[in-house]
């Protein structure tokens, strides 16, 4: 966004409005000019930075200050790790000052963010930031703003996430989010599972890796501070981040991080298809509803005691995934409390509404129980029969009462949506499984054993089921 230009003979600091010479969004612009940017640096502290003028060349309407000569953040991303890691220790002390001064937290912009050669850092005003990128295209945006930034995270958790993805980027030479519009990438930075590092660079040390990723809110260890990743990257300075591998076992490596996240990726549009499809299968459900057809039962179920009630802390365990082969999403509800399982127990619901729709139009239903398919020793599937449940589950109790703990091993069976699902195309469903390992943490809850916690640790593919002529 920002760039040199000669205007009378002197040199400024200049970034273009574009097209924008008129209007409304051209008075928003000019009013904001006199907000502050800032520069800062171990040398001078924080201090204001602002645009002087308006100036105009060549049909362009440009923004402009003094000059400024540096190497802007965008171009550091693409540099090699040795040379941008320091700028990014740099970038990190930069931010937490200003996080202490009037300046405060703002996201950053990689097109605005700029090391300046006298050893500061110069960030150009925010709210001209924001409004400039109101009026360009997402793809303008992409990798200097929506990469870089969380839809839902502000203050130190946002600047962590940004600083976390923009070291992904130098790391492993692509941004962890890369989505086609801005609401397709929202909801991988809210949900994709991204490959750590060490997985993409093979030999990378995983401290390195597990920063990162926590960082972007994957990490096991919890989240981390940006002091915590200034510390870090005073240490990653001082020596070689990527040990030498063989090259069998890196190559070995590579195909596996790659397997995986086209996993991943299949897992993210299935379930993007779902929450699509959710919505539709709501408004099915809340017309049943209204019909009468479920004669009350939201109410009774409100009221009534669980029908768990008096289960052992394993065999509430045990109803909530075997629940899934009987599509009974009530009494999987019954086994958990809060948002535990939820995404289960949407999923459930979706395809339980919808296969009565068809079964009411078609005299039948597409999905079949996996335990069903699973003890008739797995035969052909014909198309459109898919398969949902849980087949090989097995529970290991790693700690007791009275805060239960549970290793759950299964393997999850469901409809898979194709990687053109999300354009809305007409096409034939498949199946597809995967070997799951969850941890389960319990708790009691009006006298109740139920699921408090479900943390997903391991989901790996599984080869699809045969399918059949069509039926």
Same mark, same amino acid.
């Given at each position: ?75 550091? /991303?693409?540099? =090699?790790?040795? $040379?941008?890691?320091? #700028?990014? *220790?740099?970038? %990190?002390? @930069?931010? &937490? ?50 990469? /870089?930034?969380? =839809?839902?995270? $502000?203050?130190?958790? #946002?600047? *962590?996430?940004? %600083?976390? @993805?923009? &070291? ?304």
């Amino acid at each position: 966004m920002a760039r040199e230009l000669t205007d009378a003979g002197t040199l400024h600091l200049a970034v273009s409005l574009g097209t924008v010479t008129t209007g409304a969004a051209l008075t928003r612009i000019l009013a904001l000019r006199a907000d502050p940017g800032w520069v800062a640096g171990p040398s001078t502290g924080v201090r204001e930075w602002r645009f002087e003028g308006v100036a105009e060349q060549e049909g362009q309407v440009y923004l402009v200050g003094p000059s400024v000569p540096g190497l802007s953040l965008e171009k550091a /991303l693409a540099m =090699p790790a040795e $040379k941008a890691l320091p #700028l990014m *220790a740099q970038l %990190v002390r @930069a931010v &937490l000052q200003l996080s202490e001064s009037a300046a405060g937290w703002f996201p950053l912009q990689s097109d605005s963010v700029i090391f300046t050669d006298d050893g500061n850092i110069l960030f150009l005003p925010p709210s001209l930031d924001r409004e400039l990128r109101d009026l360009r295209p997402f793809e303008a945006n992409r990798e200097t703003f929506e990469c /870089l930034n969380h =839809p839902d995270l $502000k203050g130190p958790q #946002l600047a *962590a996430f940004s %600083v976390a @993805a923009a &070291l992904f980027r130098i790391i492993t030479g692509r941004f962890p989010f890369l989505g086609s519009d801005a609401a397709d990438l929202h909801e991988q930075v809210r949900r994709l599972e991204v490959q750590p590092p060490a997985s993409l660079v093979p030999g990378l040390e995983q401290e390195v890796s597990d920063t990162i990723m926590a960082g972007l809110g994957r990490g096991r260890r919890g989240a981390v501070s940006l002091s915590e990743i200034s510390e870090g990257l005073s240490r990653w300075q001082t020596r070689d981040l990527v040990h030498p591998l063989g090259e069998d076992l890196r190559r070995s490596a590579l195909a596996a991080a790659a397997a995986h996240e086209a996993s991943a990726g299949r897992s993210f549009r299935r379930r993007r298809f779902w929450q699509r499809n959710w919505r539709v299968a709501a408004i099915v459900a809340t017309v049943v509803v209204v019909l009468g057809a479920l004669g009350g039962t939201v109410l009774r179920n409100v009221l009534a005691p669980r029908v768990t009630r008096g289960y052992a802390p394993r065999r509430v365990v045990e109803t909530f995934y075997s629940s899934m082969n009987t599509l009974d999403h009530t009494t999987m509800q019954a086994c958990v409390a809060g948002r535990a399982g939820q995404g289960e127990i949407d999923e459930v619901t979706t395809l339980y509404v919808t296969s009565r729709v068809t079964q009411g139009y078609e005299g039948r239903s597409n999905v079949i129980s996996a335990a069903d398919w699973d003890k008739a020793g797995r035969p052909p599937l014909a198309p459109p029969t898919t398969l949902y449940g849980v087949t090989g589950l097995s529970l290991t109790e790693e700690q007791g009462e009275p805060r239960p703990v549970f290793l759950v091993k299964y393997d999850k069976w469901n409809p898979a949506a194709s990687a053109d699902a999300d354009t809305g195309a007409d096409v034939v469903p498949r199946s597809e499984g995967h070997s799951v390992t969850d941890r389960v943490w319990m708790k009691t809850d009006r006298g109740d054993w139920v699921v408090s916690r479900i943390d997903r640790l391991e989901r790996l593919e599984l080869p699809p089921p045969v399918t059949g002529p069509a039926g």
